[in-house]
C-alpha cells in the first residue's frame, strides 16, 4: 500500500491532541480509527493494477533531432475506475538534455471495461536504440488517501538514425552532374569515360579529341567527346577506430564522416553507381552491399544508426584485406579516418601501395577549426604556445596530406560542415576527370 501526502496532512490535523504520544504520522494513525478505516477503503476501492493490460504502436524510427510519438493503450478489465499516475520510463538519452519537464509522466483515467490512450513524446540526443524500459503505474482510490503501486514489460524499440544534415547540397551536387551527365561532356578520355558524339572543334580544344577519320569525312575537323561511365563501384569505407571517437565541436569525426557518407551515397547512386558500405576498426562493424539504387540510402542509414566508435587502434591490413575482398575490380574506394600521423604512417601508408595499384583512392578526414582559430592566436605568452602548437599540427596533416597524394591518393581535409560538400566535389572531380 503506498499512501500520500494528502493522507499525511489528514493524519496530522485529525491526531494533533496525541500528537505528543504518537510524533510519528504512521503513528497518529495508529490511534485515529476513521482515518485509518478510510484509508483500507480507499486502498480497496483503487483500481487493481496488476491485471491492466498495456499495448504500444507508433515510430519504430526517427531521425536524431526529430521527435517520436510513442502511443500507449491502456486497458482496465476490472470493475474498478482507474485514477492513475503512469511513468512510461525510457533510456535518459531519449530525452533532449534541456528539458524542463519530465515528459515520461501521465495522468490518466479509465472507466470500469474501457481502454484509454496516451502517447508519450520522444526527442532522443543520441544515436542508436532505445528501448522502453519498466511501466510503472500508480493507482489511486477514489478519496486520493492510498494507492496501489505496481509495474509492466510492454517492450518497444526506437532506432534513432542519423541526422543526415548535408542532404541540404544534394540538389545543388545533382544539378552539377546533370550538367556533368548531359550538355558538359568531357573532352579527354580517361578510365572511367565513354564515347558520347562528335561536334566540330572549337579554339582550346584539345587536339588528341580529334576524329580524323570524321574530319575527312567533313569539310571541318570533327572533335570526339566523352560521358563518365555509369554502373562504376564505389567503395565507402568507415574508420570506425579510436581517432574517430575524437569531438570537434559538439559533433563526434564519426558523425561528420557519416554525413559525408550518406551525401556522397545518394549523390553516387543518382549517378548511376553501385555503393556498398564497410565500417571497420578491428572486425567487421557494419556491411552494405548489392543494394539497388533506391535500397542503399535506407540501408545505409539503418547499418550506421547503432555505430558507435571503438577505443582501439585500427587494424590497417585488416581493412585492406576487407577491401580487396569487396572490391575485386577497379572501383573507387572513399576512406573517411583521420589524417594523425602515427596512425597514417604505421597502418595506412604500409598498405597504401596494394590498394592504389588496384583502385582509384580518396581519403577524407575531419579537420578541427578551432585549430585554425589557435594559429591565429597573439597577445599573451599562453596565445603564443598555442599558436605554436597549432601551427605544428597544421604542418603534421600538411606533411601526411602531401604523402598521401604522393601515391596517387585525392585527399579531402575539411570541417565537420565542409566535409560533405567537400567530398561530393571530389567524387564529381573524379567523374569528370574519367578517373573512375
Known amino acids: 500500500m503506498a499512501l500520500t501526502g494528502r493522507t499525511a496532512l489528514l493524519a496530522a490535523l485529525g491526531a494533533l491532541p496525541v500528537g505528543i504520544l504518537a510524533p510519528s504520522w504512521a503513528g497518529m494513525l495508529a490511534v485515529?480509527?476513521?482515518?485509518?478505516?478510510?484509508?483500507?477503503?480507499?486502498?480497496?476501492?483503487?483500481?487493481?493494477?496488476?491485471?491492466?493490460?498495456?499495448?504500444?504502436?507508433?515510430?519504430?524510427?526517427?531521425?536524431?533531432?526529430?521527435?517520436a510519438e510513442i502511443e500507449l493503450t491502456v486497458s482496465n478489465p476490472s470493475r474498478r475506475r482507474l485514477r492513475a499516475q503512469l511513468r512510461d520510463a525510457w533510456p535518459p538519452s531519449s530525452w533532449p538534455s534541456d528539458a524542463k519537464e519530465d515528459l515520461s509522466r501521465h495522468r490518466l483515467t479509465v472507466p470500469a471495461g474501457e481502454r484509454r490512450s496516451l502517447t508519450t513524446l520522444l526527442r532522443p540526443s543520441r544515436r542508436g536504440d532505445r528501448r522502453a524500459q519498466r511501466i510503472t503505474v500508480r493507482s489511486?482510490?477514489?478519496?486520493?488517501?492510498?494507492?496501489?503501486?505496481?509495474?509492466?514489460?510492454?517492450?518497444?524499440?526506437?532506432?534513432?538514425?542519423?541526422?543526415?544534415t548535408s542532404r541540404k547540397h544534394l540538389p545543388s551536387r545533382l544539378a552539377r552532374l546533370r550538367e556533368l551527365d548531359g550538355g558538359s561532356s568531357v573532352l579527354t578520355r580517361g578510365e572511367g569515360t565513354e564515347f558520347d558524339s562528335l561536334r566540330e572543334y572549337l579554339p582550346g580544344d584539345d587536339t588528341r579529341s580529334i576524329d580524323w577519320r570524321a574530319t575527312a569525312r567533313q569539310s571541318s575537323v570533327a572533335i570526339r567527346t566523352w560521358r563518365p561511365e555509369r554502373d562504376r563501384h564505389i567503395l565507402i569505407v568507415l574508420d570506425t577506430g579510436r581517432t574517430s571517437a575524437g569531438r570537434v565541436g559538439d559533433v563526434p569525426r564519426l558523425d561528420a564522416a557519416m554525413d559525408a557518407a550518406l551525401l556522397l551515397a545518394a549523390l553516387a547512386s543518382r549517378a548511376g553507381d553501385r555503393v556498398d558500405l564497410l565500417a571497420y576498426d578491428r572486425r567487421l562493424r557494419a556491411q552494405v552491399r548489392g543494394r539497388t539504387a533506391s535500397e542503399v540510402l535506407p540501408a545505409m542509414v539503418d547499418a550506421l544508426a547503432p555505430l558507435e566508435p571503438e577505443l582501439v587502434e585500427t587494424d590497417a591490413r585488416g581493412l585492406a584485406s576487407h577491401v580487396i575482398a569487396d572490391a575485386p575490380r577497379r572501383s573507387l574506394i572513399v576512406l573517411l579516418t583521420g589524417l594523425d600521423a602515427a596512425p597514417i604512417e604505421e597502418g595506412i601508408l604500409p598498405v597504401l601501395p596494394q590498394l592504389a595499384q588496384r583502385h582509384t583512392v580518396l581519403v577524407a578526414s575531419v579537420a578541427d577549426p578551432h585549430v585554425t582559430r589557435m594559429a591565429s592566436t597573439r597577445g599573451t605568452i599562453d596565445g603564443i604556445y598555442e599558436a605554436a602548437a597549432a601551427t605544428q599540427a597544421q604542418f603534421q596533416r600538411a606533411r601526411i596530406a602531401d604523402q598521401l597524394r604522393r601515391h596517387g591518393v585525392t585527399v579531402v581535409d575539411a570541417t565537420p560542415e565542409d566535409l560533405a560538400p567537400a567530398l561530393a566535389d571530389a567524387y564529381l572531380s573524379l567523374k569528370a576527370a574519367g578517373r573512375l
Open 32 to 67: 485515529n480509527a476513521p482515518l485509518s478505516v478510510a484509508i483500507l477503503c480507499d486502498y480497496a476501492l483503487a483500481a487493481p493494477v496488476r491485471k491492466l493490460q498495456f499495448t504500444r504502436t507508433g515510430d519504430t524510427s526517427v531521425r536524431l533531432g526529430d521527435t
Open 140 to 164: 489511486f482510490g477514489p478519496l486520493g488517501l492510498a494507492a496501489r503501486q505496481g509495474h509492466h514489460e510492454v517492450p518497444w524499440t526506437v532506432r534513432v538514425m542519423p541526422p543526415f
